[in-house]
C-alpha cells in the first residue's frame, strides 16, 4: 500500500549545518572564546543570560553532528537544534 507523504513525514528529519554557519551564530550572538585558542566560548546569550558553550572548529564546509547540533542548542538556550535552525535562518 502506498503512503502520500504528509507533513509529519518530515518531522523526523536532522537538522543539517555546517562549523561555518555555527561560528556566525556564535560571532552574532557575541560569544568569545574563553582565551586564545580555546574551545570554550563564553558570552551572554539572547535571553540575556551568561552561557558557555564547547565548540571545535574545524572548517567552514565541515557538517555539524546532529548530537552535536542538539548539544550547542541546549547549551545556548535554544529548546533543540531546530530552534537553532530557525534562528539561523531568521537572521540571514
Same mark, same amino acid.
Given at each position: 500500500?502506498?503512503? /502520500? &507523504?504528509?507533513?509529519? &513525514?518530515?518531522?523526523?528529519?536532522?537538522?543539517?549545518?555546517?562549523?561555518? #554557519?555555527?561560528?556566525?551564530?556564535?560571532?552574532?550572538?557575541?560569544?568569545?572564546?574563553? @582565551?586564545?585558542? /580555546?574551545? !570554550?566560548?563564553?558570552? %551572554? /546569550?539572547?535571553?540575556? %543570560?551568561? @552561557?558557555? *558553550?564547547?565548540? *571545535?572548529?574545524? $572548517?567552514?564546509?565541515?557538517? %555539524?553532528? !546532529?548530537?552535536? =547540533?542538539? =548539544?550547542l &542548542? /541546549?547549551?545556548?538556550?535554544?529548546?533543540?537544534? $531546530?530552534a537553532?535552525?530557525?534562528?539561523m535562518? #531568521?537572521?540571514?
Amino acid at each position: 500500500m502506498y503512503h /502520500s &507523504a504528509g507533513p509529519s &513525514a518530515f518531522s523526523n528529519m536532522p537538522i543539517r549545518c555546517n562549523q561555518g #554557519e555555527i561560528l556566525l551564530l556564535l560571532r552574532y550572538l557575541n560569544m568569545q572564546p574563553a @582565551r586564545q585558542g /580555546s574551545k !570554550t566560548y563564553l558570552g %551572554v /546569550s539572547r535571553d540575556g %543570560v551568561l @552561557r558557555r *558553550c564547547y565548540f *571545535c572548529y574545524h $572548517e567552514d564546509s565541515t557538517p %555539524v553532528a !546532529t548530537g552535536t =547540533a542538539n =548539544a550547542l &542548542a /541546549s547549551q545556548l538556550g535554544f529548546g533543540n537544534a $531546530e530552534a537553532m535552525r530557525d534562528y539561523m535562518d #531568521e537572521r540571514r
